[in-house]
């Protein structure tokens, strides 16, 4: 096996994520097994065609018989249900870990699960609108950032096991505090998505035109707000619910800047708009030029089909 020595790995969840991690890990002949479950029948079916995973259980239980790593890749608000579910088959020394966006809530999910296992909460920061197990691709982890969340007392071994392998399926793997990840990802991920499912709703109130021009004629910056507004409704639904203090804490940050461009706007303040507009501007080059984006126009995205003549 690779230097993380893990040889039989259980993703319970086999959507966009959990398949990922198993297509990611797929491309390297020295690779772990991977025994897959899902709730749905119909997943697990669609998975055994797929091939991604090496077995796909019927049970939760049968699928982390004798596994060295196991990921919950559900959503936050299972987490506690399936730990209860699993936790007294667990194999002595596994490593247990996630990949929710939130890790406050995931540590207290787990905190039931037995003293004998390696409880390491992680969060791959990648993912598309997309979800079940059809969704998932080997390149979705290449060059984007997984934080690994160490609890209180951990095995250091461990950790440094989890982050192993997160690096064979080709992530940047940063350490980070439980606390500073919730607020961090309140910011980067669980404001806007909030933001982007807001002005979703406002173009649906305003109905005479959301079934006409809106759609109709929706540019960049609306398309990509329902581009996010598309994710998964019950993921979302648990992330808000489970960060409920830090994503509070950005969304009144963000009311006060949202106040300061409306006083702009209205007393036709265009030096404070073009310095906040400089400002954020900087943000997106530095995006950039961490390699987590494109500079290409439309965000690399290829042009639309030109019709035919």
């Known amino acids: 096996m690779s230097d993380h020595g893990f040889k039989r790995v259980a993703l319970i969840g086999l959507g966009l994520i959990g398949g990922s991690i198993a297509w990611a890990a797929r491309r390297h002949q020295d690779r772990p097994e991977f025994i897959g479950f899902a709730r749905s029948e119909a997943t697990r079916e669609t998975t055994r065609k797929l091939g991604f995973c090496d077995e796909v259980a019927d049970t939760a239980v049968d699928a982390v018989k004798d596994a060295d790593l196991v990921i919950l890749c ?53 993912g598309t609108e997309h979800s079940g197990p059809e969704s998932g691709f080997a390149e979705l982890y290449d060059n984007r950032y997984t934080l690994v969340t160490p609890i209180e007392g951990g095995d250091p071994e461990a950790v440094a096991r989890l982050c192993a392998f997160w690096r064979s399926l080709g992530a940047i793997v940063e350490e980070m505090e439980l606390v500073r990840h919730d607020l961090v990802c309140a910011v980067v ?55 409920k203090t830090a994503t509070l804490e950005i969304l009144g940050r963000f009311t006060e800047e949202l106040f300061a461009l409306q006083r702009a706007v209205r007393t036709g303040d265009g030096d404070y708009l073009f310095d906040y507009f400089t400002r954020t501007r900087a943000i997106r080059q530095g995006i950039i030029d961490a390699g987590q984006d494109t500079a290409a126009p439309n965000f690399g995205r290829d042009p639309a089909p030109k019709a035919e003549d």
Request: glycine share 8%.
């Open 74 to 126: 559900v959503p936050v608000g299972a987490m506690a249900a399936v730990a209860a579910e699993i936790g007294p088959h667990l194999k002595q020394g596994c490593v247990v870990s996630d990949v929710g966006s939130v890790k406050g809530a995931v540590v207290e999910a787990l905190s039931g699960l037995p003293d004998d296992v390696h409880v390491v909460p992680a969060h791959p920061m990648a």
């Open 189 to 243: 991920s669980h404001a806007p998505h909030l933001i982007a499912y807001t002005m979703i709703g406002v173009a649906d109130d305003l109905s005479r035109v959301t079934e006409s021009e809106v759609i109709k004629y929706s540019a960049a910056g609306f398309r990509d707000f329902t581009r996010i507004a598309a994710s998964d409704p019950t993921m979302w639904r648990d992330v808000f619910l489970s960060n």
